[in-house]
């Protein structure tokens, strides 16, 4: 089976534009997970999303947002980024979604705000 | 509220020396627990998991055991390799069957292993 995927790998904005960030998740999966990471906060949260819905939130600014399709597949959106935006944004599939099951990364997209 | 905790690094280790990465939690209900996996430039490979106390997640000739007793899921290998070289990351599940659930993560614990 293929992994999940990521598109694009790398990223350079300007501040106050907008991005839109790709995920296609491991066949039959149907939840999709966002994280950012960065070298001060870590890997922290964003969103959650299965079945076109979005279930869990994490604790980010409304700029943030995102979307799955009825494929699985799903897209954030960075509206009016900042210098602190930059980081390197991942995508996790599941089967389900629910806490036992094991999340699985793709390779994720480096975003460099400059 | 939850919370994982890792042993600062980095860790520096020769071949074949053992392993043992500490990773402690704070969690209300019955949390899943794992460990992650980050090479340089790429996104995270489960290495193992456990889902209920006294249960042994192993991998790869990585293990770790939940021990809900001690609040702990400690990361062990015998004899680590220079290819054992990375980042890892401890992380817990809130609760096992809650849907949408967030991955909680420690701050990650850089391995270096040298030939």
């Known amino acids: 089976k293929a992994g999940v995927t990521q598109t694009p790998r790398y990223l350079i904005k300007t501040r106050g534009q907008q991005v839109t960030l790709s995920c296609s998740p491991i066949?039959?999966?149907?939840?999709v997970s966002w994280y950012q990471q960065t070298p001060g906060q870590g890997l922290q949260f964003l969103f959650e999303?299965?079945?076109?819905?979005?279930?869990n939130k994490g604790n980010f600014p409304g700029r943030f947002s995102g979307r799955q399709f009825s494929n699985s597949r799903s897209e954030m959106n960075v509206s009016t980024l900042e210098l602190g935006d930059s980081a390197l944004y991942l995508c996790?599939?599941?089967?389900?979604?629910?806490?036992?099951?094991?999340?699985?990364f793709g390779p994720g997209t480096r975003l460099t705000v400059t | 509220g939850n919370s994982v905790t890792q042993m600062e690094g980095p860790v520096t280790l020769s071949e074949e020396a053992f392993l043992t990465i500490n990773c402690t939690y704070t969690?209300?209900?019955?949390?899943?627990l794992f460990w992650y996996v980050q090479y340089p430039g790429e996104g995270l490979q489960l290495l193992l998991k456990?889902?209920?106390?006294?249960d042994k997640g192993s991998n790869k000739g990585f293990e770790a055991t939940y021990r809900k007793e001690t609040t702990s899921f400690h990361l062990e290998k015998g004899s680590v390799q220079v290819s054992d070289s990375a980042v890892y990351f401890c992380?817990?599940?809130?609760?096992?069957?809650?849907?949408?659930?967030?991955?909680?993560f420690g701050k990650g614990t850089t391995l270096s292993v040298s030939s």
């Open positions: 066949s039959g999966h149907r939840s």
């Open positions: 999303y299965f079945s076109e819905t979005q279930r």
């Open positions: 969690a209300t209900g019955y949390p899943s």
């Open positions: 996790a599939s599941s089967v389900t979604g629910t806490g036992s099951h094991e999340q699985y």
């Open positions: 456990a889902t209920k106390a006294d």
């Open positions: 992380a817990l599940s809130p609760t096992s069957n809650q849907a949408g659930t967030a991955l909680i």
